[in-house]
């Protein structure tokens, strides 16, 4: 279905240690794909956060993200966010962030549960599958519990990886109380749910969270989706947006959102 108003809510500049193209360029790709928001949500890593130098990356973020405001002005709203990963593994670094000057939009991820490294580096064959998801969830309620953010990243990241990567089936009905725990906290506490599209073209061939998912958040209260491509180049800028607000639709919600200076901004899906 195509949609009016449409906002990418999750991107990477190449202020993001993967990423490629400047803010400028995925600004121009937005207007390009008649979206009416872009937030630009650099990686930023709370377990590796002065070791990976990323106080001065997020700086540089912030700054190359507000020119681009100022020159996209009445194109596109350019919204100042940043991808806080393993906020469970330095709270205190994390307050900080989250109260960064200039923030509209802070992003919680969980990359890598604690001792580990991130689920893209894991060799399978050497885990035990059902112990990792078990501490992943575990670790993810406790990120939402914490609730220093507005939305909350690709809730199956994992499944990129080991189902999708690895063809490795993974059956997350063990985990079901698990996941219902952290819906009903973003729900209780007016967070978002992000519905992430970049695995829609890959091998998992699905969003993360699946639709099952995103209805089961509708069910326990939740109101808030946010869609984001997670494009690491200005190509990917976009994609997949409108199929994350068709999902949105089916599982009951009628409008998702983007966040400016962290209050949601309603988009419909009429």
């Given at each position: 279905?195509?949609?009016?108003?449409?906002?990418?809510?999750?991107?990477?500049?190449?202020?993001?240690?993967?990423?490629?193209?400047?803010?400028?360029?995925?600004?121009?790709?937005?207007?390009?794909?008649?979206?009416?928001?872009?937030?630009?949500?650099?990686?930023?890593?709370?377990?590796?956060?002065?070791?990976?130098?990323?106080?001065?990356?997020?700086?540089?973020?912030v700054f190359e993200t507000v020119k681009a405001r100022e020159v996209f002005r009445g194109r596109v709203k350019v919204l100042v966010g940043v991808e806080m990963g393993q906020a469970t593994q330095n709270y205190?670094?994390?307050?900080?962030?989250?109260?960064?000057?200039?923030?509209?939009?802070?992003?919680?991820?969980?990359?890598?549960?604690?001792?580990?490294?991130?689920?893209?580096?894991?060799?399978?064959?050497?885990?035990?599958?059902?112990?990792?998801?078990?501490?992943?969830?575990?670790?993810?309620?406790?990120?939402?519990?914490?609730?220093?953010?507005?939305?909350?990243?690709?809730?199956?990241?994992?499944?990129?990886?080991?189902?999708?990567?690895?063809?490795?089936?993974?059956?997350?009905?063990?985990?079901?109380?698990?996941?219902?725990?952290?819906?009903?906290?973003?729900?209780?506490?007016?967070?978002?749910?992000?519905?992430?599209?970049?695995?829609?073209?890959?091998?998992?061939?699905?969003?993360?969270?699946?639709?099952?998912?995103?209805?089961?958040?509708?069910?326990?209260?939740?109101?808030?989706?946010?869609?984001?491509?997670?494009?690491?180049?200005?190509?990917?800028?976009?994609?997949?947006?409108?199929?994350?607000?068709?999902?949105?639709?089916?599982?009951?919600?009628?409008?998702?959102?983007?966040?400016?200076?962290?209050?949601?901004?309603?988009?419909?899906?009429?």
């Amino acid at each position: 279905m195509s949609y009016q108003f449409m906002a990418d809510t999750h991107t990477h500049s190449d202020s993001s240690p993967d990423g490629i193209d400047p803010p400028t360029s995925l600004c121009e790709r937005a207007v390009k794909r008649g979206l009416v928001a872009i937030a630009i949500t650099d990686h930023c890593e709370m377990n590796s956060f002065y070791q990976d130098h990323y106080d001065r990356s997020l700086r540089q973020a912030v700054f190359e993200t507000v020119k681009a405001r100022e020159v996209f002005r009445g194109r596109v709203k350019v919204l100042v966010g940043v991808e806080m990963g393993q906020a469970t593994q330095n709270y205190a670094c994390a307050e900080r962030v989250a109260q960064t000057p200039m923030m509209d939009f802070v992003l919680a991820s969980l990359h890598n549960i604690r001792g580990k490294q991130d689920f893209y580096y894991l060799d399978y064959k050497k885990e035990n599958i059902k112990r990792l998801l078990e501490s992943y969830f575990s670790e993810m309620l406790e990120l939402v519990q914490w609730g220093h953010f507005d939305s909350l990243a690709h809730l199956t990241y994992p499944l990129r990886y080991i189902q999708g990567v690895h063809g490795i089936p993974v059956d997350l009905s063990p985990y079901r109380d698990l996941i219902d725990d952290i819906l009903q906290t973003l729900a209780s506490q007016e967070k978002g749910l992000e519905i992430n599209t970049s695995t829609l073209d890959s091998p998992l061939a699905s969003t993360m969270p699946d639709l099952k998912i995103i209805r089961r958040f509708k069910e326990l209260g939740g109101e808030i989706i946010t869609v984001g491509s997670d494009a690491h180049q200005s190509a990917r800028v976009g994609f997949g947006i409108e199929r994350g607000m068709d999902l949105a639709k089916q599982a009951g919600f009628t409008r998702v959102a983007y966040f400016e200076q962290h209050k949601p901004v309603f988009l419909s899906l009429n």
